[in-house]
Nanobody, 118 residues
């Protein structure tokens, strides 16, 4: 069983930056990908960014050039560096781990609130 714990959320002014972390306890296996999602009030949860075990990354168009996903394998941790934040980025941010090759298992974190406001 893997547990994911997010941290790093908070209140930031427009144009500011935050770095979210998601630490996984337990083994994530050889074949995995980690993802960040977000859910704004009254909206559906949307995918934001992904990184594979081979360090291939992908981003939602609206965050390209502003957000960077990375990981530290030694710490079993994935990060989301968020720059040039705007109020539309306000949401609860969740990380998700997908692990396995023939049988895929998904794990979700509990979420961390990001509020962009002056």
């Amino acid at each position: 069983q893997v547990q994911l714990v997010e941290s790093g959320g908070g209140l930031v002014q427009p144009g500011g930056s935050l770095r979210l972390s998601c630490a996984a306890s337990g083994s994530v296996g050889r074949f995995f990908s980690m993802h960040w999602y977000r859910q704004a009030p009254g909206k559906q949860r949307e995918w934001v960014a992904s990184i594979t075990n081979g360090d291939f990354t992908n981003y939602l168009d609206s965050v390209k050039g502003r957000f960077t996903i990375s990981k530290d394998n030694a710490k079993n941790t994935v990060y989301l560096q968020m720059n040039s934040l705007n109020p539309e980025d306000t949401a609860v941010y969740y990380c998700k781990l997908r692990t396995g090759l023939t049988t895929v298992t998904e794990y979700w974190g509990q979420g961390t609130q990001v509020t962009v406001s002056s």
